[in-house]
């Protein structure tokens, strides 16, 4: 993480907007009685960020200005794993095969809207939008998760506090 680049960014960008794109919510008939503990859980993010220019109205004007659209599609969803032994072979794992099944899964895209004050070099912009503008959006997709398993009554996928990767 280049943190003078992502300075730049943050000191000529302004955050507008953050609103959900779409959202899906696929759930398994067969994870009634499954627990979270027989399960494994896998998390997907995918980003896109590109420049637009736009025109907003100010008063009784209109003011062209550089956008910043960053694009971020998040996801969770759960595995089960079941094992399936020939009967001589029970005791060998050697002979055994694995059959994964989706469960549960969960992905929604976001669209962050961002006017850009300045010029920013291209190597800032993707900083911020692999750090920044995720780190701006994942409060929304925590809740997003949260509510979506409440409602579909299904088990709370964890979402941990966001950690850059690199």
């Not at 960014?9 to 794109?21: R, S, T, V």
């Not at 009685?33 to 993010?45: A, E, K």
């Amino acid at each position: 993480m280049d943190k003078v680049a992502i300075r730049e960014a943050i000191d000529n960008l302004e955050l507008l907007n953050i609103k959900i794109q779409n959202s899906q919510l696929e759930v398994s008939d067969s994870i009634e009685g499954v627990t979270p503990n027989n399960m494994s859980q896998q998390s997907m993010l995918h980003i896109e960020g590109q420049i637009l220019e736009s025109v907003i109205e100010v008063s009784d004007s209109h003011k062209s200005v550089d956008m910043l659209q960053v694009k971020i599609t998040f996801g969770v969803r759960y595995i089960l794993e079941n094992r399936s032994n020939s009967p001589q072979e029970e005791e060998k794992d050697a002979g055994s095969t694995i059959d994964k099944e989706e469960m549960a899964k969960i992905e929604a895209t976001y669209l962050l809207e961002y006017a850009i004050k300045n010029d920013i070099k291209s190597e800032a912009i993707q900083e911020f939008c692999e750090f920044n503008a995720v780190h701006n959006c994942w409060s929304f997709w925590r809740e997003h998760v949260f509510s979506t398993c409440q409602k579909a009554q299904i088990p709370i996928f964890s979402i941990p506090f966001f950690k850059s990767n690199k």
